[in-house]
Each structure stands twice: as C-alpha cells, then as structure tokens.
C-alpha cells in the first residue's frame, strides 16, 4: 500500500510540475513583441524605412482591408516598403493600445489598435524569433477611416 501512495505522488508530481514553464512565454518575451510592433509603429510614422528594414521579416506582408470597402489588398516586404519610401503610406503619428499578446516558442501573435487623427487602425501582427530579435511576419490590419471634420 505505501508503494501505491507513493508511486500515486510522483505520478501526481509528475503532472503537476509546470513541464511547459520552460516554454511558457516570460513578460520579457511579451514586452519585446510589444518593443517591435512599437518600432513599426515609430519607423511607419516617420516613414524611416532603414529603421524598418531589420524589423521586417524576409517573408513579411501586409493583409489591409478598410472597413468601407470590400476585398483585402496583400502587399509583400519591398511592396509595402516601396509605398512607405514614396510617401504614400506612413507619416502621421498616433497612438498604440495593446490587446492580447501571446508567445509560443518562436512565435507571438500581437493585437494592437494604432489611433491617428484620421483612422483607426486594428492590427493582428504575427511575428518571429529570430538572431537579431522579434521580426514582424505579417500585419492583418482592418482600417477604419473616421469622418472628416
């Protein structure tokens, strides 16, 4: 009988013990997602695309909808960076709220609303661990314009 309790409490042990701590994001992980979409923010803004650059990860893009029109438009890493760098995209500050940000392993998904004067900004950014830190893979933003004054 006292076999089975203790064999019964390393079992129980066992399953208790938090295995995926190891794995289980830190609030370091999480904080340096939120350092890197804060950067897209801050590098969009001023339209500094050398700022950008090391953000954005090889395969990055863009998946953009407004709230008023139907279709989604897709624009790969130099598509997106090419309108950046004309001026046709970026240059209007605003301000950044966080929702869910969550870590797994090599991945993070980051909920973010990014509030200009002119629109709001609904963000989910995936991004990946790599050597250089958190890059942003893609950016699924729905865009709705506000009503001029």
Do not use: N
Request: proline share 3%.
């Amino acid at each position: 009988m006292r076999r089975f309790h203790l064999g019964a409490a390393l079992v129980a042990g066992a399953l208790l013990c938090p295995m995926g701590a190891a794995s289980a994001p830190s609030s370091d992980d999480s904080e340096a997602v939120r350092a890197a979409v804060r950067a897209f923010k801050s590098a969009g803004e001023s339209q500094d695309v050398a700022a950008l650059q090391p953000l954005l990860h090889d395969g990055f893009r863009v998946l953009f909808a407004w709230t008023h029109e139907a279709g989604v438009t897709v624009l790969d890493r130099s598509g997106y960076l090419g309108l950046l760098e004309g001026g046709k995209i970026g240059g209007q500050e605003g301000v950044i709220t966080f929702g869910k940000v969550v870590v797994r392993d090599e991945i993070a998904q980051a909920d973010a609303t990014i509030t200009r004067p002119d629109a709001r900004f609904q963000s989910s950014f995936t991004l990946v661990r790599s050597g250089e830190g958190w890059q942003i893979a893609q950016d699924a933003v729905v865009v709705e314009a506000k009503p001029k004054k």
